[in-house]
């Protein structure tokens, strides 16, 4: 087993993405709508992941408000669709801005806080977005049943209610996001942000700016979060303040954890677990929270560092012990 | 004479949140874990209540009253049994595992708690049994009124909150929690069974809980199964502000969010009582960021 790990690790890493790719575009094709749908939802959600995990997983920082970044994004595609009629793609960018600009506002004043006290302002945030939602401030959000009518994504002239053409356009921004971030994991400021969440303290010290850092680190999980909002609202086209609920927060907040903080593939293992196995258990719903919960502590007292770590992670959990790359023979 | 009114109304259900927040602030105290669990215990509390005084009025109808305080024993124990099963189970293994694990787990077993609740009792709204709590209002001059009932609530969680008081503060246990809350390692070497520790703040945090979500189901007379995640987040929330670890801040913080919620609801907006609430706790964080009586954490060096 290890040795096949190790032997995979070798393999050009382009050929088993590429391969990944296509196996997703694949996959689709033989299932029907239901599973398509699922499918699509599974992708969202391991996009709201990744957004989450640059918060999270990289900069180390609580947050347990995403979802408000997510209903946002929705918010402002369906407001400038039903409003001003813009075509539901081109709102995108004004999703992502709107989230990223949120984003900022309110961690701006709350960087200074510590871990917890941090967790509490954006969960506190997010009951708030969810509030203000469902109070219809202004009245231009609809209350609590929230916006109806949104307009799908009009392109190629496909016939949009198929959940397919959905499926297929988030696997696109699936694909730029990992991209991103995975440019941005190895990039100088991910650095940064490993160095911020291993030793704030040693980190500023060495000459990183702490407060700007973190701060970016909100502002792009936002946004990217804004981003997939959208998405969700051109092919739901119904979106209510719920989007902005607490569980939907702790849910993307366990799919990063469970998965592995820090971790691009735990993103998808942590998805798996709390989006689409729940969602195919469906008929047992009245126990299937139960079981969910039952699963979460479970995997947590097996394997605290999460199912697929990334490595940085794991050895620092579990010590040096456990290191499978190929490494040259050393004196015993 | 309506800001009375309204102050005796906020004290009370600040009174529910400090009871609540007792909890959280004193798990978090000696594992720096946000139970996420606590509000569902707390939650348990109401159900189990329900459930004991329906089964000992079904076999003393005449107990009137009284019934309420075997049930309460009960309610206590049972909680916090769960609470001490619940460390053991889900947060023991976890101690050394950072700080995600935990809070996952603890997300993890407030999942089931509340399943559990909503496969047994259904997802309908449970009424109490009426008729046993005291009823009638003094008039307080003006309009204000206080009830009967508000004073009981009052008085009983007055005399908890001092008895836990001084039971940290006095005490040899109380001692010892305060000493785990500061460092594991070093409580051990100066002989303090740490985990009995822990344990204890999981029979105390829990117990309080359980009787708490017993006396706001008969305060209110109903609930359902959200109380758990609505209430709990509140009283959470409670122990931020007052600062969390840290036990006469949760009660001050609890009664500041109820007194703020029932200004808020009467002098602004019903609806917008809870934005109000979460507003000033962003504010109050951003000047105190360890909140009112939370001490200034020292930056690790």
Same mark, same amino acid.
């Given at each position: 087993?290890?040795?096949?790990?190790?032997?995979?690790?070798?393999?050009?890493?382009?050929?088993?993405?590429?391969?990944?790719?296509?196996?997703?575009?694949?996959?689709?094709?033989?299932?029907?709508?239901?599973?398509?749908?699922?499918?699509?939802?599974?992708?969202?959600?391991?996009?709201?992941?990744?957004?989450?995990?640059?918060?999270?997983?990289?900069?180390?920082?609580?947050?347990?408000?995403?979802?408000?970044?997510?209903?946002?994004?929705?918010?402002?595609?369906?407001?400038?669709?039903?409003?001003?009629?813009?075509?539901?793609?081109?709102?995108?960018?004004?999703?992502?801005?709107?989230?990223?600009?949120?984003?900022?506002? +309110?961690?701006?004043?709350?960087?200074?806080?510590?871990?917890?006290?941090?967790?509490?302002?954006?969960?506190?945030?997010?009951?708030?977005?969810?509030?203000?939602?469902?109070?219809?401030?202004?009245? +231009?959000?609809?209350?609590?049943?929230?916006?109806?009518?949104?307009?799908?994504?009009?392109?190629?002239?496909?016939?949009?209610?198929?959940?397919?053409?959905?499926?297929?356009?988030?696997?696109?921004?699936?694909?730029?996001?990992?991209?991103?971030?995975?440019?941005?994991?190895?990039?100088?400021?991910?650095?940064?942000?490993?160095?911020?969440?291993?030793?704030?303290?040693?980190?500023?010290?060495?000459?990183?700016?702490?407060?700007?850092?973190?701060?970016?680190?909100?502002?792009?999980?936002?946004?990217?979060?804004?981003?997939?909002?959208?998405?969700?609202?051109?092919?739901?086209?119904?979106?209510?303040?719920?989007?902005?609920?607490?569980?939907?927060?702790?849910?993307?907040?366990?799919?990063?954890?469970?998965?592995?903080?820090?971790?691009?593939?735990?993103?998808?293992?942590?998805?798996?677990?709390?989006?689409?196995?729940?969602?195919?258990?469906?008929?047992?719903?009245?126990?299937?929270?139960?079981?969910?919960?039952?699963?979460?502590?479970?995997?947590?007292?097996?394997?605290?560092?999460?199912?697929?770590?990334?490595?940085?992670?794991?050895?620092?959990?579990?010590?040096?012990?456990?290191?499978?790359?190929?490494?040259?023979?050393?004196?015993? | 004479?309506?800001?009375?009114?309204?102050?005796?109304?906020?004290?009370?259900?600040?009174?529910?949140?400090?009871?609540?927040?007792?909890?959280?602030?004193?798990?978090?105290?000696?594992?720096?874990?946000?139970?996420?669990?606590?509000?569902?215990?707390?939650? *348990?509390?109401?159900?189990?209540?329900?459930?004991?005084?329906?089964?000992?009025?079904?076999?003393?109808?005449?107990?009137?009253?009284?019934?309420?305080?075997?049930?309460?024993?009960?309610?206590?124990?049972?909680?916090?049994?769960?609470?001490?099963?619940?460390?053991?189970?889900?947060?023991?293994?976890?101690?050394?595992?950072?700080?995600?694990?935990?809070?996952?787990?603890?997300?993890?077993?407030?999942?089931?708690?509340?399943?559990?609740?909503?496969?047994?009792?259904?997802?309908?709204?449970?009424?109490?049994?009426?008729?046993?709590?005291?009823?009638?209002?003094?008039?307080?001059?003006?309009?204000?009124?206080?009830?009967?009932?508000?004073?009981?609530?009052?008085?009983?969680?007055?005399?908890?909150?001092?008895?836990?008081?001084?039971?940290?503060?006095?005490?040899?246990?109380?001692?010892?929690?305060?000493?785990?809350?500061?460092?594991?390692?070093?409580?051990?070497?100066?002989?303090?069974?740490?985990?009995?520790?822990?344990?204890?703040?999981?029979?105390?945090?829990?117990?309080?809980?359980?009787?708490?979500?017993?006396?706001?189901?008969?305060?209110?007379?109903?609930?359902?199964?959200?109380?758990? *995640?609505?209430?709990?987040?509140?009283?959470?929330?409670?122990?931020?502000?007052?600062?969390?670890?840290?036990?006469?801040?949760?009660?001050?913080?609890?009664?500041?969010?109820?007194?703020?919620?029932?200004?808020?609801?009467?002098?602004?907006?019903?609806? *917008?009582?809870?934005?109000?609430?979460?507003?000033?706790?962003?504010?109050?964080?951003?000047?105190?960021?360890?909140?009112?009586?939370?001490?200034?954490?020292?930056?690790?060096?």
């Amino acid at each position: 087993m290890e040795n096949l790990l190790t032997r995979l690790r070798q393999v050009n890493p382009l050929r088993w993405q590429l391969g990944l790719i296509a196996l997703a575009v694949l996959l689709p094709l033989p299932l029907g709508n239901y599973y398509r749908s699922v499918l699509w939802r599974t992708g969202l959600y391991i996009m709201l992941g990744l957004s989450l995990n640059i918060i999270v997983g990289y900069a180390g920082l609580f947050q347990l408000g995403h979802a408000a970044f997510y209903a946002l994004g929705a918010y402002t595609a369906a407001l400038l669709n039903l409003y001003l009629d813009v075509p539901l793609l081109l709102t995108l960018p004004a999703s992502i801005i709107v989230a990223a600009l949120f984003g900022y506002l +309110i961690t701006r004043p709350i960087l200074h806080l510590q871990g917890d006290y941090l967790c509490i302002v954006t969960i506190a945030f997010g009951e708030v977005v969810r509030l203000v939602l469902v109070n219809n401030l202004f009245g +231009i959000t609809g209350g609590a049943n929230g916006l109806s009518g949104i307009d799908r994504p009009a392109l190629f002239g496909l016939d949009w209610r198929q959940p397919i053409y959905h499926y297929y356009l988030m696997l696109i921004f699936l694909v730029i996001t990992i991209f991103i971030v995975q440019r941005l994991e190895h990039s100088r400021l991910g650095r940064a942000w490993m160095y911020v969440r291993e030793d704030e303290v040693a980190a500023e010290a060495m000459g990183v700016d702490t407060t700007r850092v973190k701060l970016l680190a909100f502002v792009l999980g936002s946004g990217w979060a804004g981003l997939v909002g959208a998405l969700y609202a051109g092919k739901i086209t119904v979106i209510s303040p719920d989007m902005s609920k607490f569980m939907e927060s702790v849910i993307m907040f366990c799919i990063v954890v469970l998965g592995g903080t820090g971790s691009i593939p735990g993103i998808f293992v942590g998805t798996l677990g709390m989006i689409t196995l729940p969602e195919l258990f469906r008929p047992l719903k009245a126990w299937r929270d139960a079981w969910l919960g039952f699963a979460m502590v479970t995997m947590m007292i097996l394997r605290p560092e999460g199912l697929w770590p990334s490595r940085r992670v794991r050895l620092e959990m579990r010590g040096a012990k456990e290191v499978s790359l190929p490494t040259p023979a050393m004196d015993d | 004479m309506q800001f009375i009114q309204q102050l005796i109304n906020g004290l009370t259900i600040g009174a529910f949140y400090s009871l609540v927040a007792l909890g959280y602030t004193m798990v978090y105290g000696v594992l720096k874990l946000i139970n996420f669990s606590h509000g569902d215990l707390f939650m *348990w509390g109401a159900y189990l209540g329900l459930t004991g005084l329906n089964v000992l009025l079904a076999l003393l109808p005449q107990a009137g009253a009284w019934a309420i305080l075997p049930v309460v024993i009960i309610v206590m124990t049972t909680v916090a049994l769960v609470g001490v099963l619940v460390e053991r189970v889900a947060y023991r293994p976890l101690r050394t595992a950072g700080r995600l694990a935990p809070v996952i787990s603890a997300l993890g077993v407030a999942f089931i708690l509340e399943s559990l609740a909503r496969n047994i009792y259904g997802a309908s709204w449970k009424t109490y049994p009426t008729g046993i709590t005291p009823t009638g209002r003094i008039a307080l001059g003006g309009d204000a009124r206080v009830s009967v009932m508000q004073i009981v609530v009052l008085a009983i969680s007055f005399l908890i909150m001092g008895a836990l008081y001084l039971f940290v503060q006095r005490t040899r246990t109380g001692t010892a929690m305060r000493a785990v809350s500061l460092d594991h390692d070093i409580s051990r070497l100066m002989g303090i069974d740490v985990d009995r520790i822990i344990a204890i703040v999981f029979v105390i945090g829990p117990g309080l809980g359980g009787v708490a979500g017993m006396i706001v189901a008969l305060y209110y007379g109903s609930f359902d199964f959200t109380l758990g *995640w609505t209430f709990g987040l509140k009283a959470f929330i409670a122990a931020i502000m007052g600062g969390i670890g840290n036990i006469p801040g949760a009660m001050l913080g609890g009664m500041i969010l109820g007194i703020i919620e029932t200004l808020g609801a009467g002098y602004i907006s019903p609806q *917008w009582k809870d934005v109000i609430a979460y507003v000033i706790l962003i504010i109050i964080l951003i000047f105190r960021p360890t909140g009112l009586l939370g001490e200034r954490m020292a930056e690790k060096l």
